[in-house]
């Protein structure tokens, strides 16, 4: 007879499911299986992240809501340079835009929903290189910490920032909800730094701790300049935070343009930031990429029930944040 694990959380039952009446709907009991299941998993998140040297990131994103993984933890500079020219390529043949890293764009007027500049919405379909954006080793380390291990892609766009004069206001990423937000993420964002980041080079700001607050700024704290603190980053570094930080960006007073890749994950819940991409993951695509890329394409679902396998289930996305 299996030996009953103890509850990751507190608030995970200490009965087993045959002892009380199931509530199928919240998902509320789980097995010992599961328990176990939940136990593994996140050994799993804290050995990879041990692992890779991520002990402080993971840190600061409990502590102040974001970080920043360095480029030599991130990987070869020449893939960052490389994805920055490819996001530069698809702009140029989704919008017919021109796009100079030194002068700009060569259509100066172009807007964004958040400022002077041009977006490319589901990128990821593109080029076989964001799909090795999306599984980066040291981000998604980060991102299964904040998510847990069945978290799934939510939408990947590539963005070219031109030189401006709009702010981008303070916000959260759990669009939609109520406050108080969940106190863990419910999405997060991995952006890849494509050119140097700093405040004359429009860099994102974050307010520091704001995701304890758990909800999202006030009209007028959105557009409190004194809270943008932006990010000194170098290209090929990339940024990693939850759901519940606040953050906006400064406009880019300097000539040229900022790139980046915005990576947004979910948990396997919360609705997608982009059409399901599970109907839009080819076979060519997963026979070319790894088991991780898979479970985060969401082609497969969730089980519900345990199987053995390192597969997430639902029993154990309910006993733990990082199942």
């Known amino acids: 007879m299996a030996t009953k694990a103890k509850a990751v959380f507190n608030e995970v039952p200490a009965t087993r499911a045959s002892d009380a009446p199931a509530n199928f709907g919240a ?14 998993a996140e050994e799993r998140v ?20 974001w970080t920043v993984i360095e480029p ?29 890293l030194d002068t700009g764009l060569s259509d100066p007027t172009r807007l964004m929903s958040f400022g002077e500049g041009v977006s490319v919405e589901g990128i990821l379909y593109e080029d076989p290189m964001f799909e090795k954006a999306i599984v980066n080793e040291a981000a998604l380390a980060l991102i299964t910490y904040l998510l847990g291990e069945s978290c799934l892609i939510s939408s990947v766009g590539g963005i070219i920032k031109n030189q401006g004069t709009q702010h981008m206001e303070m916000h959260v990423d759990a669009v939609g909800m ?5 106190a863990v993420p419910v999405v997060a964002n991995a952006t890849w730094v494509l050119t140097d980041y700093s405040r ?20 007028a704290e959105a557009v409190d300049l004194s809270l943008f603190n932006p990010v000194n980053a ?11 930080t606040w953050h906006g960006a400064v406009p880019r007073t300097a000539p040229g343009l900022r790139g980046g890749l915005l990576c947004f994950y979910s948990r396997w819940y919360m609705y997608k930031g982009e059409a399901d991409p599970s109907r839009r993951i080819t076979p060519e695509m997963l026979a070319r990429n790894g088991a991780r890329f898979r479970r985060l394409s969401g082609v497969d679902g969730l089980s519900l029930h345990p199987d053995g396998s390192d597969t997430p289930t639902r029993g154990r996305v309910a006993a733990s944040r990082f199942a």
């Open 178 to 182: 109520p406050s108080p937000l969940p």
């Open 27 to 40: 998902f509320s009991q789980v097995c010992d299986a599961d328990i176990v299941g939940a136990r593994r």
């Open 72 to 100: 030599g933890l991130v990987g070869p500079l020449e893939f960052a340079r490389k994805l920055r020219d490819k996001v530069i390529e698809v702009n140029e043949r989704v919008h017919g835009i021109t796009a100079d």
């Open 46 to 65: 804290f050995a990879e992240i041990e692992r890779l040297g991520l002990r402080r990131h993971a840190w600061e994103l409990d502590t102040k809501g």
């Open 234 to 244: 170098p290209a090929g570094s990339i940024i990693v935070w939850g759901a519940n």
């Open 200 to 219: 004359e080079k429009g860099a994102t700001c974050f307010v520091d701790g704001s995701h304890h607050h758990c909800r999202p700024p006030t009209p």
